[in-house]
């Protein structure tokens, strides 16, 4: 992506033409102003810009935006267009000449882009590396605005990593400074604050502090035109709730995020872990069920943490049947992510479900890999656990040598926690 400034471009426009700088100037400028304003030294003034658009034949408009103006035109045309192939690319294009060009503020924005497009994409390792070139761009820029920015950027990233309490900290920054904000930040930015503050809160499940901050969702749900935002704030309605009556929010959620296949998704895995929760079997299938249906398999793996926190919920609360339907689809998204973590586990799943099935053999391939792959992590306290799972699968499958084995080593491993 290439931006120019207003020297360049009538630089280029003149030399595309076949034009000289004389001609160019012709009697009313002189040819020493027009070299300094095509080299960007001096800014042209606007009878200047009338009279070379006229001769160049092109909008005097186009010619009067500089680089920033350009750069801050083409991240709000990319911010309504997140989801094409090249966003990513253009983004990164657009931060390179933003820093060539010493354009600090503007790279601070761009970044702040890009964070969100990974964020949205679950790109965690991608995220990572971002996180901390914003931070070093930040630290040039520090003011009330950038600081916001950096805080609610910062939480959002956070609270993707499942860091609630480590974002509430940014949050809660944000809240205490909330009515002494800049007023160049309006009213819905500001409502981002607590409408992420009780986002963290309900997967904390601290339903009761959540509520304290209903008030300013409600504002931010009667003044924001973002119909992903509405959706998101029905789903916390339903969250929060204690009612049974919540058909009404159940259809918003439907009726906003519907242009929003991945978050609409999102919406029903969490609606089902709720339900689950509540005892509430037969909607929390049906929500789980409309949720995969709705995200398309190519996505999967993007969306591999909600689904495996999903699977998890669903196996530990004994619902087999129902997770068997799934589990496959999440070993193939685990795999294809690529992610260690959520492979190891969709393996666990796989081995669990298929053991509760009756298929012991290919429950203990499945176990055991998950296993190795534990150790190499050295998490103890949930090595003691699996070592357990296994042990039981060795005995159901009249190998009471290896079960007395693998309960022995799972007494040892809690024994050392």
């Not at 042209?44 to 070379?52: F, G, Q, R």
């Not at 964020?119 to 390792?125: A, L, N, P, V």
Request: with cysteine; glycine share 4%; net charge negative.
């Amino acid at each position: 992506m290439e931006i120019l400034s207003t020297g360049e471009k009538i630089r280029r426009a003149r030399v595309k033409r076949g034009m000289t700088l004389k001609a160019l100037c012709g009697s009313e400028i002189s040819v020493s102003k027009m070299s300094t304003i095509e080299n960007d030294k001096v800014q042209a003034e606007e009878w200047i810009l009338d009279l070379v658009a006229k001769r160049l034949g092109i909008e005097k408009e186009s010619l009067k935006k500089d680089i920033i103006q350009e750069v801050t035109d083409q991240l709000k045309k990319l911010s309504e267009n997140m989801f094409t192939k090249t966003y990513e690319k253009d983004v990164k294009g657009l931060i390179k000449v933003t820093e060539n060009n010493k354009l600090s503020h503007q790279t601070f924005l761009a970044r702040i882009q890009l964070v969100d497009y990974y964020i949205e994409k679950g790109k965690i390792e991608e995220l990572n590396v971002e996180i901390s070139n914003l931070y070093r761009t930040y630290i040039n820029i520090v003011n009330a605005e950038t600081q916001y920015l950096y805080c609610l950027t910062m939480a959002k990233y956070l609270y993707t990593t499942s860091e609630f309490e480590n974002a509430l900290v940014f949050l809660n920054y944000l809240m205490s400074n909330f009515y002494t904000l800049p007023d160049s930040i309006d009213q819905e930015a500001r409502l981002q604050i607590p409408f992420m503050t009780v986002s963290c809160l309900v997967y904390m499940e601290d339903y009761e502090e959540a509520k304290k901050y209903l008030p300013y969702v409600k504002e931010l749900l009667e003044i924001t035109k973002n119909d992903a935002t509405k959706g998101q704030i029905h789903l916390l309605y339903c969250l929060i709730s204690t009612s049974e009556d919540l058909k009404e929010s159940y259809d918003k959620i439907d009726e906003y995020l519907k242009e929003y296949p991945e978050m609409h998704a999102r919406a029903k895995y969490f609606l089902a872990v709720k339900l689950l929760d509540k005892g509430d079997t037969e909607r929390a299938y049906k929500e789980m069920a409309e949720a995969a249906k709705i995200i398309s398999p190519d996505k999967m793996s993007d969306n591999i943490e909600m689904i495996m926190d999903a699977m998890n919920k669903f196996v530990g609360a004994g619902h087999y049947e129902e997770a068997s339907k799934y589990v496959d689809m999440v070993v193939n998204a685990a795999i294809e992510n690529q992610n260690p973590n959520c492979v190891e586990r969709a393996y666990y799943f796989k081995g669990i479900l298929l053991a509760e099935s009756g298929n012991f053999n290919m429950a203990e391939t499945y176990l055991s890999v998950s296993l190795d792959m534990l150790i190499k992590k050295g998490r103890t306290r949930e090595l003691a656990k699996r070592y357990r799972d296994l042990a039981n699968v060795y005995y159901k499958m009249d190998k009471k040598e290896e079960a007395i084995r693998y309960f022995s080593m799972s007494i040892q491993t809690e024994a050392h926690v």
